[in-house]
């Protein structure tokens, strides 16, 4: 009774007077909203408009990955013009393919020092946005000398690759790090989610620019520049927004002070500066320091994080998410003689209803409610039932079942191995510059299992053949499933510290 006598001062002889909050300059935010620990029934405080504007804002990196992602695949189809055939041979278009992969490896290795030096919010805006334009910029006033073009693609796409591999590195960390523990999950998973909806933007776009190139409107060596260029929209959405961006107040804890920490965490929500400074311990493990690759192993909770982090990213990858992504509608025109139109068709829809799938549970906050290992392993499930009806259909000529079993897969992915390798990762970690350490390098083996996921999977199906190729993937899935039960742990309601 106490506590609710002094929680809030009303007007004298006014009942209905409006309550006036301890902290006046947050006008209408929760006061004394409690810091859910592990075991709390304490129900979950809903975010602020600011911490929403604030996770779109910072989402926006992913988006602009995705639509990276997805846009070459359009822009090598305008490139088949005959004018550009006899410039970009079969092994030049296979380099653009790969240079993105690369030059990720190459930012998510460089996003730490920059994260830990200038800062989360900096290093999306600079490092990442910067890369992102540069790249775009290369690819879209490219000369098309047949010399020079295909140096000028290489180099844009190896650029917009930098900007992908620092997006995915420190995008799902920063919001992490401005979260609190009973919205954390759901904030996090935005973030590959936004990957998603990019790739299904480019999508779109591309169906646009080729009916524009049907009807004679635009030019395919116009439509070509403007897929390579169409990542620029979400970097300068980003920028014009970026008033909405609050630096992470555990890095300002760790390397500004305690004041500017703790005006950066009201901005979020009482519930994060609460979490924050709530106790002596808490600021000793934001102290800053430059982490070395050792500390990954120097002991054994660090040992354990780097195991589940390496874990999960390479699940995410050794599933086949991006063979089912890129490969299926090819698979599908050569085993059930699908018209490739058709199959394009398919794959859109499967990826637009992936992508409201998603942004269903992350409003429905499932990662939060149940947990991040159960849901990893009934996602593991999901995505094991999906593979094996891909694999029957395509065995034994069921279009059908093989639609239905990516359309699983594809669910399954999006509720379990999309978002949680991202979140948890940036869980693993207690300490601010180790967390900047072991996301990145976490990261850069996640676009090297990419790399390696996707440059094999045209050879296995020569040799195995349409039917087969998706046993591998689905023994893949088994594994992941065993590792996931043996070694990762649960980090539900658990502080990052």
Do not use: H
Not at 258 to 283: C, Q, S
């Amino acid at each position: 009774a106490r506590r609710a006598a002094t929680r809030w001062t009303r007007a004298s002889g006014a009942d209905d007077a409006r309550p006036e909050p301890r902290y006046p300059e947050r006008e209408g935010a929760v006061v004394d909203a409690p810091v859910r620990t592990r075991g709390s029934d304490a129900a979950p405080q809903p975010a602020s408009q600011t911490f929403a504007l604030f996770v779109f804002t910072a989402a926006l990196s992913m988006f602009a990955f995705g639509v990276a992602t997805g846009s070459v695949a359009s822009a090598l189809v305008f490139l088949e013009d005959a004018s550009m055939s006899t410039t970009l041979t079969t092994s030049a278009k296979s380099k653009l393919v790969a240079a993105t992969p690369l030059g990720a490896v190459v930012g998510a290795l460089a996003a730490p020092k920059a994260a830990d030096v200038m800062g989360r919010k900096k290093t999306l805006l600079t490092s990442a946005g910067l890369a992102y334009a540069l790249g775009a910029a290369l690819c879209c006033f490219a000369p098309s000398n047949a010399n020079l073009l295909p140096t000028f693609l290489l180099v844009g796409r190896v650029m917009v690759g930098i900007g992908a591999g620092v997006s995915t590195s420190v995008t799902t960390m920063y919001v992490s790090e401005c979260s609190s523990v009973s919205s954390r999950g759901s904030a996090a998973s935005l973030c590959p989610l936004f990957g998603t909806a990019g790739i299904l933007a480019s999508l779109v776009a591309g169906a646009l620019l080729a009916s524009l190139v049907d009807a004679a409107v635009i030019s395919p060596s116009f439509a070509w520049r403007c897929s390579f260029g169409s990542v620029l929209v979400p970097v300068l959405a980003q920028v014009a927004m970026r008033d909405c961006l609050v630096e992470s107040p555990r890095w300002l804890l760790a390397s500004r002070g305690e004041d500017e920490a703790r005006a950066a965490a009201r901005r979020l929500g009482r519930d994060v500066e609460a979490e924050l400074f709530l106790e002596n311990t808490i600021r000793t493990r934001n102290t800053r320091r430059n982490a070395r690759l050792t500390d990954l192993l120097a002991t054994a909770e660090n040992r354990a994080a780097t195991r589940v982090a390496f874990l999960l990213n390479a699940a995410q990858q050794f599933c086949g998410v991006n063979v089912v992504v890129y490969f299926f509608p090819r698979v599908l025109k050569e085993a059930f003689a699908i018209p490739g139109a058709s199959a394009m068709a398919v794959a859109a829809g499967v990826t637009a209803a992936q992508v409201a799938f998603g942004f269903a549970l992350a409003r429905s906050r499932v990662i939060d409610t149940y947990g991040r290992k159960p849901v990893a392993l009934c996602g593991i499930i999901g995505l094991i039932c999906g593979l094996a009806c891909l694999a029957i259909g395509a065995r034994f000529g069921f279009p059908v079942l093989a639609v239905v079993g990516v359309v699983a897969f594809r669910f399954a992915f999006a509720a379990s191995l999309g978002p949680l390798p991202y979140v948890v990762t940036a869980e693993a970690y207690a300490s601010s510059s180790l967390r900047a350490t072991g996301v990145s390098l976490a990261t850069s083996f996640q676009w090297a299992c990419n790399a390696l996921v996707s440059g094999t999977f045209l050879p296995l199906l020569d040799r195995l053949g349409p039917n087969k190729v998706w046993l591998v993937y689905l023994g893949a899935c088994v594994v992941a499933l065993v590792s996931v039960k043996s070694f990762v742990s649960e980090t539900k309601d658990a502080r990052l510290e």
